[in-house]
C-alpha cells in the first residue's frame, strides 16, 4: 500500500502575516515560489499513483514549480471558509474575543456571503477526500504513492481524520509552508510516518 504524501502551498503575502487565508486566491510571493522550487528534487523521477491539488492558485502554482504534472483540482481540498474572519490575524480577533478558538468555535459568516466552517464541517470534506484516494493508495500491486497539495488547516484535519482522531485534533499537527507530510501505516494502523520536512534528498519510496 502506498503512503500519501501531502505538501502546504509555499507562503502567500497573508500567510507570512499570519493572516486566516481561506478562500481569497492568493498568488505565492517570490519567496513562496522559491520554497516551492525546492521541493521539485524531491519527486523527481517519480511516479504517483495520483497527484490531487486545491483549486486554488496558491496551492496549484505550488505543485506545478515543484514539478507535480498532470495534477487534478479537487474542491474538497479548499482550506477552511474562514467566513467573517477572512484576512485576520488570530491577535487581531482575540481583541474582541480573548478566548475564540479556531478549532473550538468555528467562525461567523462573513457579509460578503461566506458561511464560514467548524472543524467538523472541514472533516467531513477530509473524509471524502480519504475516501476517494484510500482504493487508489491500496490499488492491487501498486504501491505507488499519492500526493495531496492544499493548505494548512485542511491537511491538519485531514491528519486527524486519517488518524481516526476528531477533525478539532488537527490542532496537533502544526505544518509550515511548502513542507512535506507522509501518512503511512504500520502493521494495518494508521500513522504519521514525516512531518514538516524539507529534506536535503529525494524522499524515500517506501
Known amino acids: 500500500m502506498g503512503d500519501l504524501l501531502l505538501i502546504r502551498h509555499g507562503e502567500t503575502e497573508w500567510s507570512a502575516a499570519g493572516r486566516h487565508t481561506g478562500r481569497t486566491d492568493l498568488p505565492l510571493t517570490p519567496e513562496g515560489e522559491a520554497q516551492a522550487r525546492t521541493l521539485a528534487p524531491f519527486f523527481a523521477g517519480r511516479t504517483f499513483s495520483f497527484v490531487l491539488t486545491s483549486p486554488l492558485r496558491r496551492a496549484r502554482h505550488t505543485a506545478e514549480l515543484a ?16 467566513g467573517g474572519y477572512e484576512g485576520l490575524t488570530t491577535a487581531r480577533i482575540h481583541e474582541t474575543r480573548p478566548d475564540w478558538s479556531l478549532w473550538r468555535d468555528g467562525v461567523p459568516p462573513h ?4 458561511p464560514g466552517e467548524s472543524a467538523e464541517d472541514v472533516g467531513r470534506r477530509a473524509d471524502r477526500v480519504l475516501a476517494r484516494v484510500a482504493p487508489l493508495l491500496s490499488g492491487a500491486g501498486s504501491g505507488e504513492d499519492g500526493v495531496l ?14 488518524l481516526d482522531l476528531q477533525a478539532s485534533e488537527g490542532r496537533l499537527f502544526l ?3 511548502a ?11 494508521p500513522v504519521v510516518a514525516g512531518w514538516n520536512q524539507r529534506p536535503q534528498r529525494p524522499l524515500p519510496h517506501a
Not at 111 to 114: C, Q, T, V
Open 111 to 114: 457579509p460578503d456571503g461566506l
Open 149 to 162: 497539495v492544499a493548505h494548512a488547516h485542511l491537511l491538519r484535519v485531514l491528519t486527524a481524520r486519517y
Open 175 to 177: 505544518l509550515t509552508t
Open 179 to 189: 513542507t512535506v507530510g507522509r501518512l503511512s501505516t504500520e502493521h494495518g494502523l
Open 67 to 82: 514539478g507535480l504534472r498532470g495534477a487534478e483540482t479537487d474542491e474538497d481540498l479548499c482550506e477552511w471558509d474562514y
